[in-house]
């Protein structure tokens, strides 16, 4: 196993401009010894948090307003499918083509771009690698399961268009972002598993994304 999810701690911080998370104990040790009895202690936890925090996973709710929630998301599509990672290094726009994606239908597919090195640094938060809208379109017309990124978005945030999100999840492809960790995995070979809770109403939450290597 190969955890492609970045930590979620008190007061970090995912996206400019989103809240952060916030936790802490809704029942402390010290508390529960006073309704238990000495020595017997629990912790019961309360965050506080936005769903786009971490790794997360969007589905078609996000953007469409009668897209699917994440309570209607097909497991077949994030949880252990078949996957592909592809290297690209030092470009800006990535841009695909039929080639890099043959035999990917019904795949996950994973671009690994290393800007997750930056995690938590202010370099993170500036110019990252993203894909272009043709892209999104090749990867829609190869059948793909899922598309995930170690950015800081799969679209580039400079203008108000997203017209990769606007393409995959029309097209009913989740989207995972702030992935980490692409560098342990092989181009090929491997399964990939993104599962977000079952919420109804929300279209984005964080996912413990990871991969099975060798099975």
């Not at 809240?19 to 000495?38: F, K, Q």
């Not at 209607?72 to 890099?100: T, Y």
């Not at 690994?112 to 930056?118: I, K, L």
């Amino acid at each position: 196993f190969i955890d492609l999810s970045h930590v979620i701690t008190d007061g970090m911080q995912t996206y400019p401009g989103l809240p952060v998370p916030h936790i802490a104990d809704h029942l402390s040790r010290a508390a529960a010894e006073e309704i238990y009895g000495a020595g017997i202690t629990f912790q019961i936890g309360l965050v506080t948090m936005c769903t786009n925090t971490g790794t997360y996973l969007d589905v078609p709710f996000h953007r469409y307003a009668d897209g699917h929630d994440l309570s209607e998301l097909a497991l077949e599509r994030v949880a252990e499918v078949p996957a592909i990672c592809l290297h690209r290094p030092g470009v800006a726009a990535i841009d695909l083509d039929a080639d890099d994606l043959a035999g990917a239908r019904g795949h996950a597919v994973l671009i690994r771009t290393d800007h997750s090195r930056h995690w938590a640094t202010d370099a993170y938060f500036g110019e990252h690698p993203h894909l272009t809208a043709r892209a999104a379109d090749v990867l829609v017309a190869a059948g793909v399961a899922c598309v995930g990124i170690d950015s800081l978005n799969i679209d580039a945030i400079d203008g108000t268009g997203r017209p990769v999100h606007t393409t995959l999840l029309g097209a009913e492809i989740p989207i995972v972002e702030h992935l980490t960790r692409l560098d342990r995995l092989p181009e090929r070979g491997f399964r990939f598993t993104a599962v977000p809770p079952k919420i109804s109403g929300a279209g984005t939450f964080t996912v413990r994304a990871y991969a099975t290597v060798g099975k």
